[in-house]
């Protein structure tokens, strides 16, 4: 087989791209398997429930795309939405994004905001990062409670070097109790949507191998009984995790380099481990779908939860180095990690204290889990980029193009640069 343009992976990033590709009237293929992206599945006692980040944010130009797409328009649902998603801070549930609740604020809570407030340094209202535009705008007592939905480390490491741009519009105005929000249900409607409207270029099957010089992948097409095919490329757009992609790359000529085999290699370093657990639905105390833990005072820093006909499936994500994978495989230490997720989702008022275990439990590793970013890693994935782009391979998607800060908006942003730049 053969096509102008090779995608790999249909997750937000890959379905965004081969839409735009189709809008163009290009010539191009997915390799997928049926759990890539937000349609990554678990199961427990044959009940199927999404696994990892299931959130789907949005700008504006990602807003006017779907409606375009899918003949939608912002008074549908399209996916999550956001009154179910909530942040634990302080202990309390707090609602994403503006996790400071005005009307939970005490009055010197309250007399000290709108003081900052009044005082607020307007010259910062431009500023680049995030931090700063919140003074700017608010003042210093929002610039200083406000919470992000990332792991207490990463906001003390990136909160200055987060655009304003991708993250003002998620802030609700001082003065706005009801402001208007785009309702929407499950983000995997929208990519469902997004893949039947390109279905016909969609292959199925587990990839093996990249050959970089005959612009060639090589993937089975049966996955239970095996079968390899070769498919033939004129360029490739890699949306899968970057030191996953690095695994598959395979060169006819030589061994990769010792800078490019080390390049990725470093890059291969947090995994997320979930722990998926079935209870009844009456035992839950909380009405979020989505709950942060950006305080990281809990094993986990995010819980999914999926109610289904009286029963509900709490996901919780745990980020954990490579060098405690091989503790993963052992049951013992799994149960540990299991009662310790129990007894936090107690501790935390998501289940009940009175529920003493879960009707069912399954565990699960998902790679990756959140991308560290110093100047070793930026190093790293420069050198890979590089590399890759001179081979004809771009990337597109935080996980693929390895970079922090981003989220699903900009996998339209990225697509629209790879094809103008192809």
């Known amino acids: 087989m053969a096509s102008k343009f090779l995608i790999l992976g249909s997750g937000p990033s890959g379905l965004i791209m081969g839409n735009i590709l189709k809008d163009k009237g290009e010539d191009f293929s997915i390799i997928t398997t049926k759990n890539d992206g937000f349609g990554s599945k678990g199961t427990t006692e ?6 990892g980040q299931r959130t789907l944010f949005w700008e504006s130009n990602l807003q006017i795309a779907l409606e375009s ?11 999550i939405n956001q009154l179910k998603a909530s942040v634990f801070y302080k202990g309390a549930f707090h609602q994403y994004p503006f996790q400071n609740n005005l009307a939970l ?3 010197k809570d309250k007399a000290h905001l ?6 607020r340094n307007k010259r910062l209202e431009r500023a680049g990062n995030f931090h700063d535009w919140v003074k700017g705008n608010y003042g210093n007592f929002i610039a200083k409670e406000i919470i992000l939905p990332h792991t207490w480390k990463t906001v003390k490491e990136d909160l200055m070097g987060i655009d304003a741009s991708s993250y003002a519009q998620k802030v609700v ?3 706005s109790k009801n402001k208007e929000i785009i309702c929407f249900k499950r983000p995997t409607d929208i990519m469902n949507a997004l893949r039947n409207r390109i279905k016909e270029h969609i292959e199925e099957g587990k990839v093996r191998a990249v050959n970089l010089e005959q612009h060639t992948v090589f993937y089975d097409t049966d996955l239970k009984y095996g079968g390899t095919t070769d498919f033939h490329y004129g360029k490739l757009i890699n949306s899968i995790a970057l030191p996953k992609f690095m695994e598959l ?3 006819d000529d030589e061994e990769l380099s010792d800078i490019i085999e080390v390049a990725w290699k470093s890059l291969k370093w947090n995994n997320m481990f979930v722990v998926s657990m079935v209870v009844p639905t009456s035992f839950l105390s909380v009405a979020s779908d989505i709950i942060y833990f950006p305080d990281r005072e809990y094993l986990f820093s995010k819980v999914n939860i999926e109610r289904k006909n009286g029963y509900s499936v709490v996901v919780s994500e ?4 490579r060098n405690d994978e091989e503790l993963l495989k052992n049951e013992a230490y799994k149960k540990k990690i299991t009662d310790r997720v129990e007894w936090d989702l107690k501790k935390a008022g998501v289940v009940k204290e009175n529920m003493f275990t879960s009707y069912s439990l399954y565990t699960h590793v998902v790679s990756p889990a959140y991308i560290i970013c110093d100047m070793e890693y930026g190093a790293s994935n420069s050198v890979l980029q ?5 081979n004809s391979v771009y990337n597109i998607g935080r996980f693929a193009q390895w970079l922090p800060h981003m989220r699903v908006e900009h996998s339209l942003t990225r697509a629209n640069e790879i094809q103008e730049k192809i």
């Open 46 to 51: 044959k009940l199927e429930y999404a696994l």
């Open 69 to 79: 797409w899918l003949s939608l328009n912002s008074t549908e649902c399209l996916g």
């Open 105 to 107: 604020l005490g009055w």
């Open 114 to 119: 709108y003081w900052d407030y009044y005082m």
């Open 173 to 175: 105005p001082l003065g």
């Open 249 to 251: 790359v395979d060169s």
């Open 318 to 321: 745990i980020s954990f180095r």
């Open 386 to 390: 590089n590399y890759l782009e001179h």
